[in-house]
């Protein structure tokens, strides 16, 4: 790579810092918790001002990423391509399929503007979609395949190691606020079911599930 190049991807990288810390910042209980005391009138739109800044500033770096992709690095050829590609649809179709276990108007935040919420703890209850019986965080799993089955170039190659990076690391901090809203149904749950990767030996049934699901139900978490 040439020196315009790693400046290129210094810069990139220092984009994609910034955007991780801003964004587990501004996700943290602590700052929720912050606005909630100080300003209570702004929790209702909290969750919705939060994911709409969230696309917002990842719209520079994504320009950033096509306006200087560096060195193409590979590219996937004959069966591998194939194989790229198809991992890639089970992942769009398994995040789409997902959507139908998530209670989206919460996730977006026009549940909480609706109706005027001021808490700051998530509105849904636990419970454990199919895909939550592999791994704990399936959006992130699929978000792994994803990136990972794609060309890379070296903005893209950088790109899918610091996302890989923050999965890891932003699915411990989020843990740690499932925890303090679930207590022990959830420590239960992170025993028996892998992070990120699925694992064969590790997975609830579907009646495991439910029985996990209800013991939280009937200590009110």
Known sequence: MTESDWRDMAFLALSWLAYFVLHSVLASLRVKSWVALHYPERMPLYRLSFNILAVLMLLPILWLMVRNPGPALWAWQGLGAWLANGLAL??????????????????????????????????????????????????????????????????????????????????????????????????????????????????LTAKEAAELVKAAERTGI
């Open 90 to 203: 089970v992942a769009v179709f398994g995040f789409m399929k997902s959507l139908n276990y998530y209670d989206t108007q919460e996730f977006l935040g026009f549940r909480q503007w609706k109706s005027h919420t001021q808490r700051v703890e998530d509105q849904e209850g636990f419970h454990l979609s199919p895909f939550h019986r592999y791994v704990r965080h399936p959006w992130y799993s699929f978000g792994l395949v994803l990136i990972w089955t794609r060309d890379m170039n070296a903005a893209m190659l950088l790109s899918s190691v610091m996302m890989t990076v923050y999965f890891i690391i932003g699915s411990r901090l989020e843990e740690k606020k499932l925890v303090v809203y679930h207590g022990d149904a959830y420590r239960r749950y992170m025993e028996r079911v892998p992070g990120l990767i699925p694992l064969p030996w590790k997975s």
